[in-house]
């Protein structure tokens, strides 16, 4: 009997199947996990042990990747749930959220055009600010109401918010550099 | 089977045998080599008690080839066979070498990675590093007495693939084993964080003679893990000797100078940038081989502000490792400076204003990137002790992708992903029938093909022949603790499959590699049949060691018949090792290393489980 390299992630970390987790936990097993299976443990050990050491800890690295941030970690919280959060595929949003990207987007380029600084990091800020309420809302339709269809749409917002979050990110570096 | 067995003295009471391993730090400038000795790491000198070596081959017309400080003296006398810098050259083309016309070798331009001709023959940059390799090596074992378990060879963070491949190779040419290819601002900061017990966020600042990295980390509970890394893999205290040069020339009202006085005037270039770190003026003096004479005076601050321009180059690379750590320069607890030219005043003044905080300077930023390859080393070697409970979990710095429709890349594995990583990618044929697919792998955060470093290409052939659209070949990235990236790419519905050692564009092929090995071999008149057999007998060692200690460890983890099993290959192995056949002892090697394969998959289950109950314990709190 031998442990699955594809289980679970949050099985991996010891996690409940939560959106909601303990952050500082995870980073713990995180590093617990690799202090025992990273390719350094493995230096001085036969070839066959260093091949499922860089097995496992490439699994693992994936796995903290996946569940660190919120967004991946909501994604596949739902595929878990048998949920595709239709990233590609299912893309129709509500007009007032389109609405609302629209006017985030028209201030973005004209900060943009006008090389205002200041104002794009304010937006910056602002944007940051509006997803953190946005992931509560995640949080609330994953755990509590376990509303996953919801959670899905909740999901896309969540990623056009951040595409946002990175064109004003690259913006700013153009203005710096 | 004496070989590896080495007692050492001091370590009477280490029920295991202590391998000698150690640590190098192949600088631009200079290199140096470290040990782990009683616990407390070292770097070896030479017979004059000199820790650094300078990074410089002369090859003489008699076959003699020199390093260090004697090829230094003809500098600027035979400065085409005097190879100053070569890191700068790693898997690096004629093309992308900056200032390459005012150097004074004679260029091959063989694609790829570029070549130099000597009075020896044409060298790749590969060997000549492997030269430096060897001096430090054979210092290493005339001080330790006796032959090396392996080593730790440092690398800039920011080396891309075919830079860390060349490492590598050059490695290899030396015959030295590399346990680890380690990033220097990554060592740098595992000898200041254990010397100093820190925890919380650091950045380190290395600038050396050609190199630039910037690299932030975290230390906490004895992991060390980087956040992020940049940087600028060709920027260093050359660029700012080249400056000063080039405002001596400009001042002298000299025309373009030979080979020779460029050497003169550059080193002269470089003596008067060391002094100002000292002194507000210094100065240039040189008579040129057609009489004309130099003779100038530059103050601190006209260095500076010829400079600034190189200084600032640093700054960048400062904001967007933050922006990737997602920190702030506040967040930042400590920042270590690491390479000779962060002595310059301005440097520090930079550093300073960037960070908000006076850089850390007790420690030697000369020595302590070999300090913590050594450190690293001593672990990997099989030497860890209890006390040795800390991990270093390293990132890639630049990210790798492939070459899509209309010269545009499609990133694959991000940069600052954290090592060792995998990554698939799903593609399909475009024409009906399509029987093979051509791939482009690159690296570089560029979008365009053109502006990143093509680090291969490969061909997936035999694909059945279906419509358009219908083949799904996926790509798999694998990149391992080194850095060093692998690809394999197959399809899914057929299963035919294709795979690369990430290698060839800027790097050298295993038959250049096996030539030069002949070549190094035949004029070191050493039988080539003795050299691979005593090849064959480490690696045989090597393995049968390795077993040994995990049965050690988990013998018990193995039914009587199982255990029966592995103790018969490892007998098979000693005795074909005893012999003279390499095949035969390569065979059994294999066998040997087949073996365990089940053994070792139990062992890491063992080693999971227990973590697993550890976490369960947490789980209960939540
Ligand atoms: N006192 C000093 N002041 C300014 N630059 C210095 C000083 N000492 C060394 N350097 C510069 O540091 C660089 C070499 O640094 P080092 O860390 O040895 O480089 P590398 O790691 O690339 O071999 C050279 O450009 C050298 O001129
Ligand atoms: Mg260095």
Not at chain 2, 18 to 36: E, Q
């Amino acid at each position: 009997m031998s442990i699955d390299l594809q289980q679970d992630f949050f099985g991996l970390f010891g996690l409940h199947r939560r959106f909601r987790i303990d952050e500082a936990a995870l980073e713990l097993a995180y590093h617990d996990l690799q202090g025992r299976v990273h390719p350094d443990r493995f230096a001085h050990l036969p070839d066959s042990e260093k091949r499922l050491s860089m097995q496992w800890a490439t699994q693992v690295n994936e796995g903290f990747r996946t569940l660190r941030k919120p967004l991946p970690r909501a994604i596949y919280l739902l595929e878990l749930m048998g949920v595709d959060a239709g990233l590609h595929t299912n893309t129709a949003m509500s007009p007032a959220f389109l609405m609302e990207q629209m006017e985030w987007r028209e201030a973005v380029e004209e900060a943009r055009a006008a090389g205002e600084a200041e104002e794009l990091a304010q937006l910056h800020t602002r944007l940051r600010q509006h997803s953190r309420e946005v992931f509560d809302e995640l949080a609330q339709q994953c755990d509590d109401e376990h509303d996953y269809a919801g959670a899905a749409e909740t999901v896309r917002r969540l990623m056009f918010m951040e595409k946002l979050q990175h064109e004003i990110d690259d913006a700013l570096e153009a203005l710096e550099s | 089977m004496a070989l590896l067995h080495i007692a050492e003295p001091g370590l009477s009471t280490e029920p295991h045998k202590h391998r000698l391993a150690v640590g190098i730090d192949l600088g631009t400038t200079n290199s140096l080599v470290a040990t782990v000795r009683n616990g407390i790491a070292v770097c070896l000198v030479d017979e004059e008690g000199r820790a650094m070596l300078p990074s410089i081959v002369r090859y003489h017309a008699d076959s003699r080839i020199e390093v260090g400080r004697s090829a230094a003296v003809a500098h600027a006398t035979d400065p085409r066979n005097t190879i100053i810098s070569v890191k700068r050259f790693m898997g690096r083309g004629l093309k992308d070498v900056a200032y390459i016309e005012s150097m004074p070798y004679d260029f091959v331009d063989a694609g790829g990675m570029l070549r130099l001709r000597t009075v020896q023959g044409v060298k790749s940059p590969v060997e000549v590093s492997a030269e430096i390799l060897k001096v430090l090596a054979a210092r290493a074992q005339a001080s330790l007495g006796g032959e090396l378990t392996g080593a730790v060879i440092t690398v800039p963070a920011y080396f891309d693939d075919a830079q860390r491949q060349a490492t590598k190779d050059a490695a290899k040419l030396a015959g030295i084993n590399v346990l680890r290819l380690l990033n220097e601002p990554t060592a740098a900061a595992v000898a200041y964080g254990l010397d100093n017990a820190a925890e919380g966020v650091y950045a380190v600042y290395d600038l050396g003679g050609g190199t630039f990295d910037l690299s932030i980390l975290k230390l906490s509970r004895g992991i060390f893990e980087v956040l992020a890394t940049n940087g600028d893999a060709a920027l260093g205290g050359d660029d700012f000797d080249h400056r000063l040069f080039c405002w001596a020339l400009d001042q002298s009202e000299i025309d373009p100078p030979s080979s020779e006085d460029a050497r003169r005037l550059l080193l002269k270039a470089r003596e008067a940038k060391e002094l100002l770190t000292a002194c507000e003026e210094a100065s240039i003096k040189a008579t040129l081989g057609s009489g004309e004479k130099v003779d100038l005076v530059v103050t601190r601050d006209q260095f500076a502000s010829m400079t600034k321009h190189l200084v600032q180059k640093t700054v960048a690379p400062m904001r967007k490792v933050l922006r990737d750590a997602g920190l702030a320069p506040e967040d930042i607890k400590g920042v270590v400076m690491v390479g000779g030219a962060t002595r310059m005043p301005h440097v520090q003044r930079a550093v300073a204003e960037f960070f908000g905080q006076e850089p850390l300077t007790n420690l030697d930023p000369d020595k302590v990137v070999a300090l913590g390859a050594a450190i690293q080393a001593n672990v990997l070697a099989g030497n860890r002790k209890e006390e040795d409970d800390w991990l270093l979990l390293d990132v890639i710095p630049l990210s790798l992708g492939l070459e899509m429709m209309g010269g545009l890349t499609e990133k694959i594995v991000p940069r600052n992903s954290t090592l060792p990583i995998a990554r698939a990618q799903e593609f399909t044929t475009y024409k009906d029938g399509q029987t093979a697919m051509a791939f482009h792998v690159v690296q570089g955060e560029r979008e365009l093909v053109a502006d990143c470093r093509s680090l291969a290409r490969f061909e997936l052939r035999g694909i059945p022949p279906m419509a358009a659209g219908a083949a799904r070949i996926r790509v798999t990235f694998q990149v391992d603790a080194d850095g060093l990236l692998s690809v394999s790419a197959r399809e899914m519905s057929s299963g035919v499959e294709a795979s690369v050692l990430v290698k060839p564009s800027y790097g050298l092929t295993d038959d250049e590699i096996a030539g030069m090995l002949r070549d190094g071999v035949e004029r070191a008149s050493e039988d080539i049949d003795a050299r691979a057999l005593r090849e064959q007998q480490v690696e045989a060692d090597r393995v049968i060691e390795a077993t040994l200690v995990a049965l050690e460890q988990d013998g018990d983890l193995l039914s009587d018949e199982e255990r029966a099993a592995i103790d018969a290959a490892i007998a098979e192995t000693r005795q074909t090792a005893a012999g003279h056949d390499p095949r035969a002892i390569k065979r059994s090697t294999e066998a040997l290393s087949r073996a365990t394969n089940e053994f070792a998959a139990r062992r890491m289950d063992k080693s999971i489980r227990a973590a697993l109950a550890g976490h369960k314990v947490d789980e209960i709190q939540v």
